[in-house]
């Protein structure tokens, strides 16, 4: 266990995850003809159950976590009803697990204070309706949409056929997407990142909607993109650098452990330590934030996913490392400053 860099840092983890997944969809999972979920299984594995309990127990690890937001992850659906209103069913659960925190028997990390669900913007104008249900749903904790089907590639190898190709230029998806600003609401990207030119277009279609990049822009480094991250940086770096003349547009600083990124640390044979995982992730992350400003810039856990490289603790140690230069101001927004403003998190 290493020591704790900086321990009274107050931080924000604006991306997390909860699921449970029985050994009948793991099961399942392992006849999926899908590089990405081959490359997560064993993550899906070690936690197939990833809830309040096991949060708790890596919040508690010795940083110092004041709130938490949850994102979808198609989890915990309801399983009757019509099927546009099913994704409902993560939204009153996460809410949930912010009601356990709020009782303030196991602690005061107020975790699940901002909650993104997951609606399908296909549904056009009909999508209103889906976000209404999931606002009332997350009792004042609600803040966004994460859609599905966005990532996509046209070798069906990669996703398993999963996702739609240009659906973020698709006018049904954008006649949904319109409806989000005068909700409220914000959209989490998570594409692969050269789709990243295509998100670029969005962003610059509905500039008042606030856009959260995920993981960095969605590196993806598996079957025929394996070992070609250094011949990709060059063009990642310029569509981050595209997308940050978008003030709509912030970016959340992670999910670099995500075995799909197919850097060096992902899934190794012994865990890395912070000092290794800094020096790895130094470029994306500096090139982030010299773009994006720390105004616009989060640092992010992506856990349990990233569990699959680095523990909850190590993971924050590597962000603070690569931020051991910078203010106190600029430490304050990289880690809850930004946070606590894009996602309206109180705490």
Request: glycine share 10%; net charge negative.
């Amino acid at each position: 266990m290493e020591e704790i860099i900086e321990p009274a840092l107050p931080i924000v983890d604006p991306h997390h995850h909860l699921w449970f997944r029985p050994g009948a969809v793991l099961a399942a999972l392992e006849w999926q003809d899908n590089l990405t979920i081959r490359a997560l299984l064993p993550t899906f594995r070690r936690h197939a159950r990833y809830l309040f309990d096991e949060l708790l127990a890596d919040l508690n690890t010795g940083h110092n976590v004041r709130a938490t937001v949850f994102v979808e992850v198609r989890a915990m659906y309801r399983a009757r009803g019509p099927q546009a209103l099913q994704s409902v069913g993560e939204v009153e659960f996460a809410n949930g697990m912010a009601a356990t925190a709020a009782s303030g028997l196991f602690g005061d990390v107020a975790v699940c204070s901002g909650i993104v669900g997951c609606v399908d913007l296909r549904l056009g104008d009909g999508v209103r309706d889906v976000l209404l249900a999931h606002i009332r749903a997350g009792n004042g904790r609600y803040r966004g949409v994460r859609a599905s089907h966005v990532a996509y590639d046209a070798d069906p190898a990669v996703l398993g056929g999963a996702g739609v190709p240009h659906l973020m230029l698709d006018p049904h998806f954008r006649e949904g997407f319109r409806h989000l600003a005068p909700l409220g609401l914000s959209y989490d990207a998570y594409q692969l990142e050269y789709q990243l030119p295509e998100l670029l277009d969005l962003a610059r279609a509905f500039p008042d909607t606030q856009i959260i990049l995920n993981h960095v822009g969605g590196l993806f480094g598996l079957g025929p993109y394996s070992g070609r991250s250094e011949e990709r940086f060059a063009s990642w770096r310029a569509n981050i650098r595209s997308l940050a003349q978008c003030l709509n547009v912030s970016v959340k600083l992670g999910g670099l452990g995500m075995p799909m990124c197919g850097l060096p640390s992902n899934c190794p044979p012994a865990p890395p330590s912070s000092a290794q995982l800094a020096a790895e992730w130094r470029p994306y992350i500096e090139c982030c934030i010299e773009a994006f400003g720390v105004d616009r810039c989060m640092f992010e856990s992506n856990y349990p996913v990233d569990a699959a490289t680095a523990g909850y603790a190590v993971l924050w140690n590597a962000f603070k490392r690569i931020a051991s230069g910078a203010s106190d101001s600029e430490k304050a927004a990289l880690f809850s400053g930004t946070a606590r403003r894009v996602y309206r998190v109180d705490c």
